[in-house]
């Protein structure tokens, strides 16, 4: 069982050793991550069949793998991030594994942009998201550009009447169809510069948010995207991320910086699956 391996520590903390000591230790424990079912599976299987998933995912709570980036004060696993990087590569070596690991077997972490909210908003939305499966994505990207929210960012929210007034298209939001929460980065003023950005957290099911059809891409099929459109959007005052306006540059950075590592990771386990094949 992982949460009983010597080396579980390794990947959850610090204990003295240097970074190529504590991946070569936390090898041990990689070979708990790779998925039983994974050879019964076709070769291009991109979702797991009900009754196989929930028998992963209890697996993967008993060993002490369930939501890997989330603080364990908070129901996670509460990975540091060699260890999430350890996971992240592990898990791609799985055909069903590229960016979404084990197809769900593993939680569904909340964005980690999520934590730098309330203490009210973290039990609100992280918790449930980490306890029952509650999926919560990120919507930066738009039209104009993803990459640099600062200048790039044209959807706008409002305050009026003690509420925001959200209106704006998000592009290529990845699994937007089964989202339960957004978490929405959106311009609060005119000025081209970070600390115009906020962060908002918005239930896929408010007034005046509509999808978009899936996008049609070549590959990570169970990855779906597709458009956010936010048509005169109304969410409390109590939805703005941590209360503050201007954290949604350090927010969306927070969230790309580590999504880039785990992005990466992913790629070298793909790499050495293809090299061993």
Known sequence: MWAACPNSKVLRGGCGLSCSQRYRAGQDGRRSLRAPLEDRLPHDAYELPADQLRTLQEKARAIGLWCVRT???YGGAGLNLLG?????????RCRMGAYVPGCGAFGADPPNAIYMGSEYQIQKYAVPAASVGKK?????????????PARSIRTRAVRRDGRYVLNGTKRYI???????LFSVMARTAPERKASSISCFLVDAGTPGVTLGKPDKKMGQAGALTCDVIFDNCRVPASALLGGEEG???RTAMRVLDKGRLHISALCVGIAERLIRD
């Open 71 to 73: 603080p364990a004060e």
């Open 84 to 92: 999430q990087a350890v996971f992240a590569e592990e898990s791609a």
């Open 136 to 148: 919560v994505y990120v919507a930066i990207s738009e039209s104009s550009g993803g990459a640099d």
């Open 174 to 180: 990845t699994n937007a169809p089964i989202a339960g």
């Open 247 to 249: 954290n949604g540059f």
